[in-house]
């Protein structure tokens, strides 16, 4: 840590000093209070003259500046509220300048201007003369700034080697990539850029074994996969895509987005939810609208609603709307395992540090991961997407702080403690979106042929998404069949139960998803729901003389039931509402539990009257994700 004091190069020799100072630098213009300065030197176990050794400190580093006794606008170093204040201005900052001349190329860049964006870029790449806080421990106080600082530099690098491949330079950049790969193994901007390099420079073999040697270690180390742009790389590289040669007029073409891409593919096209659609992608534009000093949180839009009701659809969809509004990356989480288990926050934040290029401690705790995730966000423009989020307890950790960041949530209900967020809660679909989604799954024209039966299928889907999905697969799955056979097949309970709730169906995986956040008592009262009329009393669900309020709240919690008003005799009562095919689901599950229960039971002669459940012959039902 140097500073120049206009005439000469002042560099404290002890140690204490150098850290001292270099706490006050990187908070130029801002007091920092003497106890965080005393917690950055001792962490935990400050001395008891810890406080008169910082005043000690803090005489020598103003004696050693020559500015002890100065006075007026040449005292840099003051005491302000009992605080103590660094004053600087931009230019006397190599790190202010670095991230200034760092903006100006990248906002070059964006603009087309690749000669521009590399001068820049280099320059500010020129102002580092080796490792930030080099000789320097560091402290809490420190270890946020070191972070942030790293991986501005490797952004740096990335964008200015970004407007090289731009600019026809790939032979020169070959070596210059391979060090920092080797610098940075987990990285996979790096990867992909070396993977063009090479390709433009002839060596096509070179480039596809860049991947393969990447793969093997993501898949040793980490258990992953490449991301989705360099899978889409490789796959050009080997078809020898035109698109990947020498920049010539449209150099746009074959910009690499450094930012990591974690979306999954979209699944179908948006036909319902389309005024929340709006909704959404305007507040995300909003977002990436914003200019860099914006003080506020970066946004989040919460999506909540029933099982199946196209939460995830809706999320992804908008995602990939505004894709090119942030290009440093978009990342995606689904927040349970394949268990249903809720993911753990260390788990989330350390495939987000993965995928960024950045290592991760898994011993560390997870408040330094969360500040390296949102020190690596706060100059980026990244979309994140949480999935089947559980609590604000696992939600935090994950938000990135950039002003133009946006996060994307989706849950069952609301998560209490989220701070300021927009809530958009999803309903079930019109009747007439209902026959909309059926009919962009299905082959051109069959819906038109028989609208009649169309609208009956999605009336025996309870115009719930998942389940329209569900019965448009079964069709898929059998040519003889049209309209008419499958409303048929449906209108029979037990041949929704077989369509509907088959074990691959992704109708039964989201209602199962949603019976495991349920505990025991709560369990057993949804099996009550199948004997239920749709809409009911607390009464009636709790019947028996159960005290199970806690359960009741569990089920409206997950969204399996509702509150409504019914009236009767006039008067309007409070009461509860449940959808028809949960309700199925859950006489499913009450049949399932009692025959468990009979075959634990020694028997010698055939149950009477039993009979196996009808089942469609030959159906079976892909996974269709709502």
């Given at each position: ?7 000469r190069?002042v ?9 001292v100072?270099a706490a ?9 209070r003497?106890e965080s300065l005393?917690e950055?030197?001792?962490?935990h176990e ?6 008169t050794?910082?005043?000690t400190?803090i005489y020598?580093l ?8 100065g006075s007026?606008?040449?005292e ?12 600087a201005?931009?230019?006397?900052l ?7 001349l760092s ?6 860049l964006?603009?087309g ?7 820049l870029?280099g ?6 003369r ?5 000789g320097?421990?560091v ?6 700034h070191l972070v942030r600082f790293?991986?501005?530099r ?7 080697i970004?407007a090289?491949?731009?600019l026809?330079?790939?032979h020169e950049?070959?070596a210059?990539?391979?060090s920092?790969i ?6 996979e901007?790096f990867?992909?850029?070396l993977?063009?390099?090479?390709y433009?420079s002839?060596?096509?073999l070179?480039a596809?074994?860049v991947y ?5 270690r993501l898949?040793?180390e ?6 989705s742009?360099?899978?889409r790389?490789?796959?050009a ?15 746009t073409v074959?910009?690499?987005?450094g930012?990591?891409?974690r979306?999954p593919?979209k699944?179908v096209?948006?036909t319902i939810?389309q005024?929340m659609?709006?909704?959404?992608e305007?507040?995300?534009r909003t977002a990436?609208d914003?200019p860099?000093?914006?003080d ?6 919460s999506l909540?609603?029933?099982p ?7 999320a992804?969809h908008?995602?990939?709307?505004v894709l ?7 990342l995606y ?24 290029g950045?290592r ?5 705790r ?25 609590s604000?307890e696992?939600?935090?950790?994950l938000l990135?702080?950039?002003p133009?960041?946006?996060t994307?949530?989706t849950?069952?209900?609301?998560l ?5 967020e927009i809530a958009?809660e999803l ?9 909309r ?9 069959l819906?038109?042929q ?9 009336r025996l889907?309870?115009r719930?998404p998942?389940?329209i999905c ?6 898929r ?9 499958l409303?048929?097949w449906?209108?029979d ?5 077989s369509t ?6 992704s109708l039964?995986k989201?209602?199962?998803?949603s019976?495991r ?7 057993r ?11 009911f009393t607390?009464?009636?669900?709790l ?7 806690d ?13 409504v ?6 008067s309007?009562?409070p009461?509860y509402?449940s959808h028809?095919?949960v ?19 020694p ?5 009477a009257?039993?009979r196996p459940?009808r089942m469609?012959p030959?159906?079976?039902?892909p996974?269709?994700?709502l």
């Amino acid at each position: 840590m140097e500073v120049y004091d206009g005439e000469r190069l002042v560099t404290p020799t002890s140690p204490k000093l150098r850290h001292v100072l270099a706490a006050l630098l990187l908070h130029a213009n801002r007091p920092v209070r003497p106890e965080s300065l005393i917690e950055e030197l001792w962490l935990h176990e400050p001395p008891a003259t810890a406080a008169t050794t910082l005043q000690t400190y803090i005489y020598r580093l103003r004696k050693k500046l020559g500015l002890y006794e100065g006075s007026g606008d040449r005292e840099i170093l003051v005491t302000v509220n009992s605080s103590y204040l660094m004053r600087a201005k931009a230019e006397q900052l190599d790190m202010t300048l670095f991230e200034q001349l760092s903006r100006l190329g990248q906002d070059a860049l964006q603009d087309g201007k690749p000669d521009q964006a590399s001068s820049l870029l280099g320059e500010a790449l020129s102002l580092w003369r080796g490792n930030i806080l080099e000789g320097v421990p560091v402290g809490p106080l420190l270890e946020a700034h070191l972070v942030r600082f790293e991986e501005a530099r490797l952004r740096a690098h990335e964008m200015r080697i970004d407007a090289g491949l731009q600019l026809g330079r790939h032979h020169e950049l070959i070596a210059e990539l391979r060090s920092l790969i080797a610098s940075h193994p987990l990285h996979e901007g790096f990867p992909a850029q070396l993977m063009l390099a090479l390709y433009r420079s002839g060596r096509r073999l070179e480039a596809l074994e860049v991947y393969r040697s990447l793969r093997r270690r993501l898949v040793s180390e980490l258990g992953l996969d490449p991301s989705s742009e360099l899978v889409r790389l490789h796959r050009a590289i080997l078809s020898a895509e035109p698109s990947l040669g020498l920049p010539g007029g449209d150099r746009t073409v074959v910009r690499l987005n450094g930012g990591p891409d974690r979306l999954p593919d979209k699944q179908v096209d948006l036909t319902i939810h389309q005024g929340m659609a709006a909704q959404l992608e305007a507040v995300l534009r909003t977002a990436a609208d914003r200019p860099r000093h914006w003080d506020d949180a970066p946004p989040l839009v919460s999506l909540h609603g029933m099982p199946g009701v196209g939460k995830s659809a809706l999320a992804l969809h908008a995602a990939h709307e505004v894709l090119s509004l942030f290009p440093d990356g978009q990342l995606y989480v689904d927040l349970r395992d394949r268990r249903g288990q809720p993911l753990s926050s260390a788990e989330a934040v350390d495939g987000f540090l993965h995928a960024a290029g950045l290592r991760s401690d898994p011993t560390g705790r997870l408040e330094d991961r969360a500040e390296r995730f949102r020190s690596w966000s706060a100059e980026r423009k990244v979309l994140v997407v949480l999935d089947n989020a559980v609590s604000a307890e696992q939600v935090l950790p994950l938000l990135p702080s950039g002003p133009e960041c946006a996060t994307i949530l989706t849950s069952r209900s609301r998560l209490a403690g989220l701070g300021e967020e927009i809530a958009l809660e999803l309903s079930l679909p019109s009747f007439t979106e209902g026959v909309r989604l059926l009919e962009s799954l299905l082959p051109a024209g069959l819906v038109a042929q028989d609208r009649q039966h169309a609208e009956k299928v999605v009336r025996l889907c309870g115009r719930l998404p998942a389940a329209i999905c569900a019965a448009a697969e079964q069709l898929r799955a059998r040519p003889q069949w049209r309209l008419r056979e499958l409303a048929d097949w449906l209108a029979d309970a037990e041949g929704r139960l077989s369509t509907l709730m088959s074990p691959d169906a992704s109708l039964r995986k989201t209602f199962e998803l949603s019976c495991r956040m349920l505990g025991s008592s709560g369990q057993r009262i949804f099996e009550r729901l199948g004997a239920l009329p749709e809409t009911f009393t607390r009464e009636e669900l709790l019947a028996g003389g159960d005290d199970l309020d806690d359960a009741l709240r569990q089920l409206l919690e997950c969204r399996l039931v509702e509150r409504v008003i019914r009236i009767e005799d006039g008067s309007y009562r409070p009461a509860y509402r449940s959808h028809e095919l949960v309700r199925l689901y859950a006489q499913l599950r009450r049949r399932a539990a009692r025959l468990r229960m009979d075959d634990s039971l020694p028997r010698i002669l055939p149950r009477a009257g039993h009979r196996p459940p009808r089942m469609c012959p030959d159906f079976a039902v892909p996974s269709v994700g709502l």
